[in-house]
């Protein structure tokens, strides 16, 4: 473990050896789970009391954050957006993590409100029921109404939950240092995953962030009468207490209710998604949770958008990108859908771009022969990501999340209407994104982005070409070499210099019979030259495994 990782782990030192505790506990599962001794498998228990050795590694990564608590949910939750990194199997089984976490007594809940906004429960609300509609890991809803005779819910915070994140924040950086030094776990950028989870969990940890995105919801759909978004008010409003009006409809994972309403369920599942192509395309900004439980069916077949903690963002080369994709895909072209996946994603430097060009070839080609009523977007998405996975090119964190948001939607859709299909949704939208690709309004804004970072360009050359200039005549001008993969050779010849030492050394003791002798042979020298000869064949050995002891020039 690197020292830089130490600090952070012994600050914490309960909560981190309860950490490695329950992790040692699954990877140990997960180790038995490869041997024949069918006793031996049953000696760690999941919560259900089946054994852990017998649940698939997906299962058991997603029991282990379950077991260590809000904020490794949390970490989970972010990890299953990003296909690109866990890969597609990991990613789905860890959307199924829910938080329970218990909730607080109602003295608690009344001193939190009562100390943010500076009044009585009583003066704030007319009605306010201590009983708690739901408990999540950073928060807990209750059941209210304004002396005015408003139904509202309003979101608490729980007491001490940010000290408790923090905590376990600085504990999963130090993890993070030291996972970067282990071959195995660099490939899923633990340091850059942790980094953006932080920003993400300690953005939701605000809730008057959460009221500003459901505020800026509210004024994109102003006029549509399709979508009804919550009310929030402002002044019963603060980081730790968020209230909104209350939605009184049928959640979509309601199946016993949906089946009684009576609503046109096909009608409803296109008119969500449409809404969602709107907040995409048309918007840059869309509501990036998309399960049955955050989503409500109102009367009148108007859908009520619920939990605004987790939104999206598309800035405009990122929606241009998105376009070129979409239409890249649609028109089958795949040499134009790798040069797009290279651009957006950050590409290793030894990957096989030929391959890759080939394997999206065979994507391009499957998936544009299938009927419209037969393509499964969802499936398509997804074998894209892994495929990307694969070549271990990673994706931005917005294009991650985007993928997965598709996904998600499709599969909602589909629990309203079997039959429905998201490309369907997204052909008005594929013939919008080819008229902004060629709008005039479009060019101008792209020429005049183009001209500002020339022009910033033209303003910096001149005074970077001067101070080259000036290091070159005082003789301070450095040129930094990176040499890659030149480390191990340099170890090796270190290596070899040190073992030729040691013998020539011994093999000297040898021949002038330096003391202390056994049948007149130096102990020493014996000794040195055995040593000696070991450590050449060990250095002979990963010579010849590295595949570079009798490399010939074709």
Not at 394 to 421: D, H, I, Y
Request: hydrophobic share 45%.
């Amino acid at each position: 473990m690197k020292l830089t990782a130490i600090p952070q782990l012994y600050r914490h030192s309960n909560r981190a050896i309860e950490v490695i505790s329950v992790l040692s506990k699954y990877g140990l599962a997960n180790w038995l789970s490869r041997l024949d001794f069918e006793f031996a498998k049953s000696l760690f228990k999941a919560p259900d009391g089946e054994a852990l050795a017998r649940k698939s590694p997906e299962v058991r990564l997603r029991l282990a954050l379950t077991e260590l608590g809000p904020t490794f949910i949390k970490l989970g939750q972010v990890l299953s957006t990003r296909a690109d990194l866990v890969g597609v199997a990991v990613a789905e089984e860890l959307q199924r993590l829910q938080s329970d976490t218990p909730a607080d007594g109602p003295e608690a809940v009344r001193s939190t409100i009562e100390s943010e906004l500076g009044r009585p429960v009583a003066e704030l609300f007319r009605e306010f029921d201590d009983r708690p509609l739901a408990s999540a890991s950073i928060g807990q809803v209750h059941a209210a109404r304004l002396h005015s005779g408003e139904a509202v819910v309003v979101k608490v915070r729980h007491p001490g939950v940010e000290h408790k994140i923090r905590v376990d924040l600085e504990i999963l950086a130090g993890f993070a240092q030291w996972a970067e030094s282990v071959g195995e776990l660099r490939a899923y950028r633990p340091r850059a995953t942790v980094s953006e989870f932080q920003r993400i969990v300690l953005r939701e940890l605000d809730f008057g962030r959460e009221e500003r995105n459901m505020q800026q919801f509210a004024a994109d759909f102003a006029d549509d009468p399709r979508i009804h978004i919550p009310r929030s008010y402002p002044e019963l409003c603060t980081a730790r207490v968020l209230t909104m009006e209350r939605l009184d409809g049928i959640k979509l994972n309601d199946s016993a209710r949906l089946g009684q309403a009576g609503l046109d369920l096909v009608e409803v599942a296109r008119r969500g998604a449409e809404l969602y192509m709107t907040m995409i395309f048309a918007h840059g900004f869309y509501h990036a949770d998309p399960h049955p439980g955050n989503l409500l069916l109102l009367p009148g077949n108007v859908i009520g958008l619920l939990d605004y903690g987790m939104v999206g963002r598309i800035d405009e080369q990122l929606r241009e990108d998105i376009e070129e994709m979409v239409l890249a895909v649609v028109a089958g072209d795949a040499a134009q859908l790798t040069l797009v996946i290279t651009r957006v994603g950050e590409v290793p430097a030894a990957c096989d771009r030929s391959a890759l060009a080939v394997d999206v070839a065979d994507f391009v080609a499957f998936y544009t022969t299938q009927r419209l009523d037969e393509f499964n977007l969802s499936g398509a998405l997804n074998e894209l990501t892994e495929m990307i996975r694969r070549y271990q090119i990673t994706l931005p964190a917005r294009v991650a999340m985007l993928l997965k948001v598709l996904v998600m939607l499709e599969g909602t859709s589909r629990l309203l209407s079997p039959q429905f299909n998201l490309l369907e949704v997204m052909r008005p939208h594929q013939r919008e994104m080819l008229w902004r690709r060629m709008s005039p309004v479009r060019r101008v804004r792209k020429l005049r982005r183009i001209y500002r970072e020339f022009e910033h360009l033209v303003e910096v050359l001149p005074r970077g070409i001067h101070e080259i200039m000036d290091q070159v005549q005082s003789g301070k001008f450095d040129v930094h070499l990176d040499h890659r993969g030149l480390a191990p050779s340099v170890n090796r010849l270190v290596f070899g210099m040190i073992t030729s030492a040691l013998f020539l050394g011994s093999a000297l003791m040898l021949s002038q019979r330096v003391p202390p002798l056994v049948a007149d042979t130096s102990v020493l020298g014996a000794a040195g030259v055995t040593l000696s000869l070991i450590l050449a064949l060990r250095l002979l050995r990963a010579i010849n495994k590295s595949g570079h002891l009798e490399r010939r020039n074709k």
